[in-house]
């Protein structure tokens, strides 16, 4: 009688533990059920990139001057620079310029390091090709700007979906020139001066 007893105990525990595993459970399910949606429609609907977004790097050929610090301070040396130095005005003329992208880690070191800013970050992310060699772009597909999310007419943009203002939860329902959640950095340096 006192083993059935046992066993009978044992398992109103066991039901009462899975009761509170299955609450627990559905605590969360509804907890995410309050929450924003975070799904893009991505061909149809793009993320606008925050303002300092490192995508690919444009380069303009008319203002480098081959010096070749984009390549001493890239950590994996990955700018290819060809240029053949000219006698007669002694200065050293480019032939080509090279990056490879399925090898860049998007650091931004070259950008930030270019004496004459012939580098510079563009917003562009879909760098997705079906080859890996189509991603070492030279000067001439370096030099081409990309579109801007907001101008292109078969994407609707779509602001930063951490940054929406308290209260909205889809960011169709939000006018262009709305400001999003936090400060700006001036508006920061104004606070702390007060």
């Not at 009688?1 to 066993?7: A, E, H, P, T, Y």
């Not at 605590?27 to 793009?46: C, G, L, N």
């Not at 992310?125 to 007419?153: E, F, I, S, W």
């Given at each position: ?7 009978v ?60 610090v984009c ?45 004459t ?78």
């Open positions: 009688m006192l083993k059935f007893l046992k066993q105990g044992d398992y109103a525990k066991e039901a009462v533990q899975a009761g509170r595993y299955i609450g627990q459970g559905l605590s969360v399910t509804f907890d995410h059920m309050q929450r924003r949606p975070v799904t893009v429609q991505y061909p149809y609907e793009k993320l606008i990139p925050s303002e300092r977004f490192r995508g690919r790097i444009h380069f303009e050929f008319d203002k480098c001057i081959s010096c070749e390549v001493r301070v890239c950590p994996i040396n990955l700018p290819v620079v060809d240029w053949e130095f000219d006698k007669a005005s002694k200065k050293k003329n480019l032939k080509h310029y090279s990056i490879d992208f399925g090898v860049c880690i998007f650091c931004g070191n070259c950008v930030e390091y270019c004496p800013n012939c580098l510079s970050m563009t917003e562009e992310y879909d760098l997705c090709t079906y080859d890996r060699h189509q991603l070492n772009y030279d000067n001439v597909a370096l030099g081409r700007l990309p579109y801007k999310v907001t101008d292109d007419p078969m994407v609707t943009p779509l602001r930063e979906l951490v940054y929406l203002p308290k209260g909205v939860t889809s960011p169709h329902d939000l006018p262009a020139n709305t400001r999003g959640a936090g400060l700006h950095p001036e508006e920061l340096v104004e606070q702390q001066e007060k």
